[in-house]
């Protein structure tokens, strides 16, 4: 899959693209209808996404926190779609400022656009003015083939980013699985730490989260994460690790994998959320968060 940053490497390109249209945070089984969509014989399948959420420049006081702020891990989900190429581009006010038509004209002018695939609800182009139907008269102008997908529903609702984050915010994982059509994961580099869980005897992979993750409520949960060809099980504590003293507070995953001795620092690890075991907890000291963290692990 190609992955690309702005319009002029596209052009290199050559080949008429078939976009799938959208943030796409998440990735979820609604999204993965639009991309799946974006077929046409002869074409390419792309993608047309933005690195930022457009409410971060618009209106940042209301951006959502992401499902997928990791920019690798939605690639990756999007490469498992069969998607050919990805047009990453950074939201800015000029683009913020294109009318619907100018916006759609700025990409047919450097690469032929064999078609476009969206939500029923996508909206685009300057104070959102571009919609559906939109999208429909300009593909039928154009010679370009439009698909409109219905959005998906699950137990009466809409399935949607929005509802996949109040879901995740109130710890119910299973619900967030069956609509984002995997369990929740969290990405990022293992760094190093204090090695206090090491001197515990519970060696753990320890990653900063970024402030703009959409997170569970924080505690202690069952994780898997693959890792070399094989799944590695344990578990992670999500939060602000109370018990220890610290000049600054990020959010952190803790992870502890059973079974597992080697060196992951450096590496980057995608690490998926099966169940929740407990909040995390303030102890009165490291001999408590010890014996704990033993009756955590007898969960697993």
Known sequence: MNILSSL?????????????????????RGHRRVIES?????????????????????????????????AELKAELMRELGVDVLLCL????????????????????????????????????????????????YAARHGIRACVQPLLEQDGETVC???????????????????????FSVCGIVEHGQHLARQLGFPTANITLPSNAALPP?????VTCRFGGTILRGMA???????????????????????WSGDLYGKRLEISLTRFIRPELRFDGIESLRKQIALDLAQL
């Not at 683009?95 to 450097?110: C, H, K, M, T």
């Not at 924080?218 to 069952?222: D, K, L, S, T, W």
């Not at 600054?248 to 994998?257: C, N, S, V």
Request: aromatic share 10%.
């Open 8 to 28: 002029d490497e596209l052009r290199a390109l050559h080949s008429p693209v078939h976009w799938a249209m959208g943030f796409f945070d998440g990735v979820h």
């Open 38 to 70: 974006a077929s046409t014989p002869g074409a390419l399948r792309g993608v047309f996404t933005f690195a930022e959420h457009p409410l971060a420049l618009l209106w940042p006081e209301i951006q959502p926190k992401l499902l997928t702020p990791d």
């Open 90 to 137: 950074p939201f800015t006010r000029r683009i913020a400022a294109l009318s619907p038509g100018e916006f759609l004209d700025g990409l047919r002018a450097v690469c032929p656009i064999a078609g476009i695939s969206v939500g029923n609800n996508w909206r685009f182009g300057r104070d959102g003015a571009g919609d559906t139907d939109f999208v429909q008269e």
């Open 161 to 183: 980013s929005s509802r996949i984050r109040s879901a995740l915010a109130a710890g119910r994982l299973a619900e967030c699985e069956e609509m984002l059509g995997r369990p």
């Open 218 to 222: 924080f505690g202690v949960y069952a």
């Open 237 to 259: 504590n999500i939060g602000l690790r109370p018990t220890i003293d610290e000049t600054e507070k990020p959010i952190r995953l803790e992870a502890h994998f059973v079974n």
